[in-house]
Protein backbone atom coordinates (compact mmCIF):
# COMPACT_ATOMS: atom_id res chain seq x y z
CA UNK A 1 0.00 0.00 0.00
CA UNK A 2 1.73 3.83 -0.96
CA UNK A 3 1.68 5.93 1.98
CA UNK A 4 -0.57 8.41 0.58
CA UNK A 5 -3.05 5.56 0.38
CA UNK A 6 -2.31 4.32 4.15
CA UNK A 7 -3.26 7.96 4.70
CA UNK A 8 -5.94 8.43 2.70
CA UNK A 9 -7.57 5.15 4.91
CA UNK A 10 -6.35 6.30 8.40
CA UNK A 11 -8.11 10.14 7.45
CA UNK A 12 -11.14 8.08 6.02
CA UNK A 13 -11.89 5.85 9.15
CA UNK A 14 -10.32 7.74 11.87
CA UNK A 15 -12.43 9.56 14.43
CA UNK A 16 -12.80 13.48 14.09
CA UNK A 17 -9.83 14.30 16.03
CA UNK A 18 -7.36 12.54 13.18
CA UNK A 19 -9.88 13.99 10.64
CA UNK A 20 -9.06 17.42 11.96
CA UNK A 21 -5.29 16.94 12.10
CA UNK A 22 -4.69 15.72 8.93
CA UNK A 23 -7.27 19.04 7.61
CA UNK A 24 -4.55 20.86 9.44
CA UNK A 25 -1.70 19.64 8.31
CA UNK A 26 -2.72 19.25 4.70
CA UNK A 27 -3.58 23.32 4.57
CA UNK A 28 -0.65 24.05 6.08
CA UNK A 29 1.60 22.10 3.47
CA UNK A 30 -0.38 23.46 0.85
CA UNK A 31 0.04 26.96 1.86
CA UNK A 32 4.12 25.92 2.53
CA UNK A 33 4.60 24.84 -0.90
CA UNK A 34 2.81 27.61 -2.86
CA UNK A 35 4.75 30.10 -0.55
CA UNK A 36 8.15 28.59 -1.79
CA UNK A 37 7.44 28.61 -5.66
CA UNK A 38 6.07 32.36 -5.53
CA UNK A 39 9.76 33.01 -3.60
CA UNK A 40 11.96 31.21 -6.45
CA UNK A 41 9.42 32.10 -9.16
CA UNK A 42 9.61 35.70 -8.11
CA UNK A 43 6.41 36.51 -9.17
CA UNK A 44 4.41 39.55 -9.17
CA UNK A 45 1.95 40.70 -7.04
CA UNK A 46 2.55 37.54 -5.02
CA UNK A 47 0.04 38.35 -2.58
CA UNK A 48 -2.56 37.98 -4.93
CA UNK A 49 -1.68 34.20 -5.40
CA UNK A 50 -0.64 33.45 -1.75
CA UNK A 51 -3.53 31.25 -0.68
CA UNK A 52 -3.33 32.10 3.22
CA UNK A 53 -4.24 35.82 2.53
CA UNK A 54 -7.87 33.95 1.40
CA UNK A 55 -7.78 32.09 4.44
CA UNK A 56 -7.37 34.38 7.01
CA UNK A 57 -9.82 36.43 8.98
CA UNK A 58 -9.76 39.63 8.52
CA UNK A 59 -10.77 42.05 11.24
CA UNK A 60 -12.92 44.70 10.53
CA UNK A 61 -16.50 43.90 9.37
CA UNK A 62 -16.31 45.67 5.94
CA UNK A 63 -13.90 43.22 4.69
CA UNK A 64 -15.64 40.20 6.21
CA UNK A 65 -18.65 40.42 4.41
CA UNK A 66 -16.49 39.87 1.36
CA UNK A 67 -15.06 37.28 2.63
CA UNK A 68 -17.38 35.13 5.04
CA UNK A 69 -15.64 31.87 4.47
CA UNK A 70 -12.71 32.80 6.96
CA UNK A 71 -14.91 32.55 9.79
CA UNK A 72 -14.14 28.79 9.31
CA UNK A 73 -11.30 29.07 7.24
CA UNK A 74 -8.70 30.90 9.70
CA UNK A 75 -8.90 28.07 12.56
CA UNK A 76 -7.15 25.58 9.66
CA UNK A 77 -4.51 27.62 8.76
CA UNK A 78 -0.83 28.31 10.21
CA UNK A 79 2.23 30.07 8.40
CA UNK A 80 4.99 28.89 10.72
CA UNK A 81 5.98 25.63 11.49
CA UNK A 82 6.33 26.22 15.63
CA UNK A 83 2.57 27.31 15.55
CA UNK A 84 1.14 24.42 13.94
CA UNK A 85 3.37 21.75 15.75
CA UNK A 86 2.25 23.33 19.09
CA UNK A 87 -1.27 23.20 17.84
CA UNK A 88 -1.68 20.28 17.10
CA UNK A 89 0.38 18.84 19.97
CA UNK A 90 -2.11 20.24 22.38
CA UNK A 91 -4.87 19.21 20.32
CA UNK A 92 -3.79 15.62 19.99
CA UNK A 93 -3.45 15.05 23.75
CA UNK A 94 -6.17 16.90 25.05
CA UNK A 95 -8.16 15.45 22.00
CA UNK A 96 -7.70 11.85 23.41
CA UNK A 97 -8.84 12.28 26.44
CA UNK A 98 -11.92 14.22 25.44
CA UNK A 99 -12.99 11.67 23.25
CA UNK A 100 -12.53 8.98 25.33
CA UNK A 101 -15.04 10.69 27.69
CA UNK A 102 -17.18 12.66 25.50
CA UNK A 103 -17.16 11.09 21.91
CA UNK A 104 -15.94 11.92 18.36
CA UNK A 105 -18.87 14.06 17.66
CA UNK A 106 -18.77 16.17 20.29
CA UNK A 107 -14.89 16.65 19.60
CA UNK A 108 -16.21 18.20 16.19
CA UNK A 109 -18.68 20.05 17.79
CA UNK A 110 -16.66 21.66 19.87
CA UNK A 111 -13.63 22.84 17.87
CA UNK A 112 -15.48 24.33 14.99
CA UNK A 113 -17.98 26.57 17.72
CA UNK A 114 -14.85 27.26 19.92
CA UNK A 115 -13.39 28.64 16.90
CA UNK A 116 -16.33 30.31 16.26
CA UNK A 117 -16.75 31.74 19.62
CA UNK A 118 -12.42 33.03 18.60
CA UNK A 119 -13.04 34.82 15.90
CA UNK A 120 -15.57 36.17 17.34
CA UNK A 121 -13.98 37.68 20.72
CA UNK A 122 -11.13 38.63 17.71
CA UNK A 123 -13.31 40.83 15.65
CA UNK A 124 -15.67 42.49 18.21
CA UNK A 125 -12.31 43.47 20.31
CA UNK A 126 -10.48 44.76 16.97
CA UNK A 127 -14.09 47.25 16.28
CA UNK A 128 -14.56 48.25 19.99
CA UNK A 129 -11.18 49.30 21.68
CA UNK A 130 -9.59 52.12 20.20
CA UNK A 131 -6.23 50.64 20.67
CA UNK A 132 -6.71 48.46 17.67
CA UNK A 133 -8.11 51.57 15.18
CA UNK A 134 -5.15 52.02 13.50
CA UNK A 135 -4.49 48.69 12.51
CA UNK A 136 -8.02 47.84 11.94
CA UNK A 137 -7.87 47.21 8.24
CA UNK A 138 -3.97 45.14 8.26
CA UNK A 139 -5.26 42.58 10.97
CA UNK A 140 -5.72 39.03 10.61
CA UNK A 141 -6.19 36.35 12.47
CA UNK A 142 -4.91 32.78 11.52
CA UNK A 143 -4.36 29.63 13.65
CA UNK A 144 -6.49 26.50 15.29
CA UNK A 145 -5.38 27.80 18.67
CA UNK A 146 -9.10 29.54 19.59
CA UNK A 147 -10.67 25.90 18.08
CA UNK A 148 -8.01 23.81 20.08
CA UNK A 149 -8.51 25.47 23.59
CA UNK A 150 -11.82 25.17 23.59
CA UNK A 151 -11.17 21.52 23.53
CA UNK A 152 -8.52 21.92 26.09
CA UNK A 153 -10.84 23.81 28.79
CA UNK A 154 -14.03 21.96 27.89
CA UNK A 155 -11.98 18.54 29.07
CA UNK A 156 -10.75 20.15 32.26
CA UNK A 157 -13.63 21.75 33.11
CA UNK A 158 -16.11 18.27 32.96
CA UNK A 159 -13.16 16.29 34.06
CA UNK A 160 -10.96 19.01 36.20
CA UNK A 161 -9.40 16.70 38.51
CA UNK A 162 -7.93 14.08 35.97
CA UNK A 163 -4.37 14.37 35.95
CA UNK A 164 -1.87 14.04 33.55
CA UNK A 165 1.95 14.04 33.72
CA UNK A 166 3.75 16.80 32.61
CA UNK A 167 7.58 16.96 31.85
CA UNK A 168 9.75 18.18 34.51
CA UNK A 169 6.65 18.90 36.54
CA UNK A 170 4.66 15.67 37.18
CA UNK A 171 1.47 15.04 37.48
CA UNK A 172 -0.79 18.18 37.29
CA UNK A 173 -4.49 18.26 37.16
CA UNK A 174 -6.51 19.28 34.37
CA UNK A 175 -8.10 21.97 35.88
CA UNK A 176 -4.79 23.82 36.75
CA UNK A 177 -3.73 24.00 33.11
CA UNK A 178 -6.86 25.44 32.54
CA UNK A 179 -6.81 27.93 34.75
CA UNK A 180 -3.12 28.81 34.04
CA UNK A 181 -3.66 29.00 30.22
CA UNK A 182 -6.71 31.32 30.25
CA UNK A 183 -4.65 33.90 32.96
CA UNK A 184 -1.56 33.90 30.57
CA UNK A 185 -3.75 34.89 27.58
CA UNK A 186 -5.50 37.09 29.44
CA UNK A 187 -2.11 38.60 30.42
CA UNK A 188 -1.07 38.28 27.28
CA UNK A 189 -3.37 40.79 25.66
CA UNK A 190 -0.84 43.99 25.69
CA UNK A 191 2.01 42.16 23.83
CA UNK A 192 2.48 41.82 20.03
CA UNK A 193 -0.11 38.89 19.49
CA UNK A 194 -2.91 41.20 21.09
CA UNK A 195 -5.35 39.53 18.55
CA UNK A 196 -4.63 35.98 19.17
CA UNK A 197 -4.91 35.93 23.00
CA UNK A 198 -8.32 37.63 22.52
CA UNK A 199 -9.15 34.88 19.73
CA UNK A 200 -7.83 32.45 22.45
CA UNK A 201 -10.14 33.91 25.47
CA UNK A 202 -12.87 32.96 22.92
CA UNK A 203 -12.25 29.86 22.49
CA UNK A 204 -11.76 29.59 26.13
CA UNK A 205 -14.98 31.03 26.85
CA UNK A 206 -17.09 28.43 25.07
CA UNK A 207 -15.13 25.38 26.17
CA UNK A 208 -15.57 26.81 30.00
CA UNK A 209 -19.27 26.73 29.55
CA UNK A 210 -19.92 23.91 27.38
CA UNK A 211 -17.51 21.93 29.96
CA UNK A 212 -19.82 22.62 32.54
CA UNK A 213 -23.34 22.28 30.56
CA UNK A 214 -22.04 18.86 30.50
CA UNK A 215 -20.53 18.56 34.14
CA UNK A 216 -24.03 19.43 35.42
CA UNK A 217 -25.58 17.29 33.11
CA UNK A 218 -23.58 14.02 33.66
CA UNK A 219 -23.79 14.95 37.58
CA UNK A 220 -27.41 15.00 37.82
CA UNK A 221 -27.56 11.38 36.09
CA UNK A 222 -24.86 9.32 37.88
CA UNK A 223 -25.81 6.14 36.45
CA UNK A 224 -25.87 4.79 32.39
CA UNK A 225 -28.32 2.40 31.45
CA UNK A 226 -26.28 -1.23 30.13
CA UNK A 227 -27.35 -1.81 27.29
CA UNK A 228 -28.79 -5.03 27.96
CA UNK A 229 -32.02 -6.64 29.85
CA UNK A 230 -32.21 -9.48 32.34
CA UNK A 231 -35.61 -10.56 33.12
CA UNK A 232 -37.13 -7.29 32.39
CA UNK A 233 -34.16 -6.28 35.51
CA UNK A 234 -31.97 -2.96 34.56
CA UNK A 235 -28.54 -3.05 34.88
CA UNK A 236 -26.57 0.28 35.31
CA UNK A 237 -22.88 0.56 34.82
CA UNK A 238 -20.79 2.81 37.15
CA UNK A 239 -18.87 5.85 35.55
CA UNK A 240 -15.30 3.32 35.53
CA UNK A 241 -17.02 0.81 33.97
CA UNK A 242 -18.43 2.98 31.29
CA UNK A 243 -15.38 5.10 30.68
CA UNK A 244 -13.51 1.68 30.79
CA UNK A 245 -15.90 0.26 28.07
CA UNK A 246 -15.37 3.36 25.95
CA UNK A 247 -11.45 3.06 26.17
CA UNK A 248 -11.66 -0.34 25.22
CA UNK A 249 -13.54 0.04 21.99
CA UNK A 250 -11.31 3.19 20.93
CA UNK A 251 -8.14 0.75 21.38
CA UNK A 252 -10.33 -1.85 19.21
CA UNK A 253 -11.01 0.75 16.33
CA UNK A 254 -7.50 2.36 16.53
CA UNK A 255 -6.21 -1.67 15.59
CA UNK A 256 -8.33 -2.12 13.19
CA UNK A 257 -7.21 0.68 11.42
CA UNK A 258 -3.26 -0.42 12.26
CA UNK A 259 -4.81 -3.40 9.91
CA UNK A 260 -6.00 -1.40 7.06
CA UNK A 261 -3.01 0.77 6.71
CA UNK A 262 -0.31 -2.33 6.29
CA UNK A 263 -3.01 -4.72 4.64
CA UNK A 264 -5.28 -3.19 3.25
CA UNK A 265 -9.44 -2.99 3.52
CA UNK A 266 -10.08 -6.09 2.29
CA UNK A 267 -7.77 -7.80 4.89
CA UNK A 268 -10.38 -7.01 7.49
CA UNK A 269 -13.02 -9.75 9.06
CA UNK A 270 -16.95 -9.42 8.73
CA UNK A 271 -16.39 -7.99 12.40
CA UNK A 272 -13.64 -5.59 12.08
CA UNK A 273 -15.93 -4.10 8.92
CA UNK A 274 -18.60 -3.89 11.37
CA UNK A 275 -17.57 -2.54 14.17
CA UNK A 276 -15.83 0.01 11.92
CA UNK A 277 -19.20 0.89 10.42
CA UNK A 278 -20.71 1.28 13.77
CA UNK A 279 -18.30 3.35 14.96
CA UNK A 280 -18.81 5.40 12.32
CA UNK A 281 -22.00 5.94 12.97
CA UNK A 282 -20.87 7.52 16.78
Do not use: C
Not at 12 to 23: D, E, F, M, S, V
Not at 135 to 157: D, P, T
Not at 193 to 205: E, P, Q, R, T, W
Amino acid sequence: MSILKKYWHKYKYGNYLTKLLYINIFVYVVVSVFRVLLFLLRVDNQGLYYPLNYLMLPASYDQILTMPWTIFTYMFTHEAILHIVFNMLWFYWFGKIFIDYLGSKKLLFTYLIGGLFGALFYVVSFNVFPVFQDVLYSARALGASAAVLAIVVAISFYIPNYSMNLLFIGPVKLKHIAIFTIIIDFLSIATENSGGHIAHLGGAFYGAIYGTLLRTTFLGIPKLKLTYHRKKNVRYMTDEEYNYEKRKQQQEIDRILDKISKHGYNSLTNKEKETLFNSGKR
